[in-house]
T-cell receptor
Framework: AQKVTQAQTEISVVEKEDVTLDCVYE???????LFWYKQPPSGELVFLIR??????QNEISGRYSWNFQKSTSSFNFTITASQVVDSAVYFC???????????????FGTGTQLKVEL | DVKVTQSSRYLVKRTGEKVFLECVQD?????MFWYRQDPGLGLRLIYF???????EKGDIPEGYSVSREKKERFSLILESASTNQTSMYLC???????????????FGPGTRLTVL
């Protein structure tokens, strides 16, 4: 069965520090996608990235970067020079297995609460 | 921009009441989803709809039903609310892209439901 583990429940950093949020997944599929979402205090999940397992290159978007390592089944998310506005809960997600017809449905990790303080 | 709206941000109901949570999306998405979010458990899928009048059970459908009479609207129904259904409920929608690969889900702001 698909599984997503976000072992870090809560992380606190001081503004301008770099921080990495871990995501480890399990899947039976040979090709798959991975997602990251941000949930600020307002509650609405905001899409950050969708990644295909064929593409193992790291992705960078401004202060955000993602490191995809198929060998260790990890898709980690790094925020460089963190800011107070980065404070949120971050979720990693993996579609349910296409072997069971579930490709449109996501399995979410339990989330990591990031607190960035001044 | 995709917009997913939910009828209420906060809702307080009594045990045994019938509760309707409404979700509307304006991007002509085929797929719509209802999740509940609880501390330490992440998001769990309640129901999924891939077309009008079509639905599939998710991971935790017990105690819930859904209705999709129009493409843009997906309702979650608690037939007889119980205190263990106190939670944050999130609606999402997505396209069905060519090739069947999962498209990005876009979420509404959530409804925080309290059942007393």
């Amino acid at each position: 069965a698909q599984k997503v583990t976000q072992a870090q429940t809560e992380i606190s950093v001081v503004e301008k520090e770099d921080v990495t949020l871990d995501c480890v997944y399990e899947t039976r599929d040979t090709t798959y996608y991975l997602f990251w979402y941000k949930q600020p205090p307002s509650g609405e999940l905001v899409f950050l990235i969708r990644r295909n397992s064929f593409d193992e290159q790291n992705e960078i978007s401004g202060r955000y970067s993602w490191n995809f390592q198929k060998s260790t089944s990890s898709f980690n998310f790094t925020i460089t020079a963190s800011q107070v506005v980065d404070s949120a809960v971050y979720f990693c997600a993996l579609p349910k297995s296409i072997l069971t017809g579930g490709g449109n449905k996501l399995t979410f990790g339990t989330g990591t609460q990031l607190k960035v303080e001044l | 921009d995709v917009k997913v709206t939910q009828s209420s941000r906060y809702l307080v109901k009594r045990t045994g009441e019938k509760v309707f949570l409404e979700c509307v999306q304006d991007m002509d998405h085929e797929n719509m989803f209802w999740y509940r979010q609880d501390p330490g458990l992440g998001l769990r899928l309640i129901y999924f709809s891939y077309d009008v009048k079509m639905k599939e059970k998710g991971d935790i459908p017990e105690g819930y039903s859904v209705s999709r009479e129009k493409k843009e609207r997906f309702s979650l129904i608690l037939e007889s609310a119980s205190t263990n259904q106190t939670s944050m409920y999130l609606c999402a929608s997505s396209l069905v892209p060519a090739g069947g690969s999962p498209d990005t889900q876009y979420f509404g702001p959530g409804t925080r439901l309290t059942v007393l």
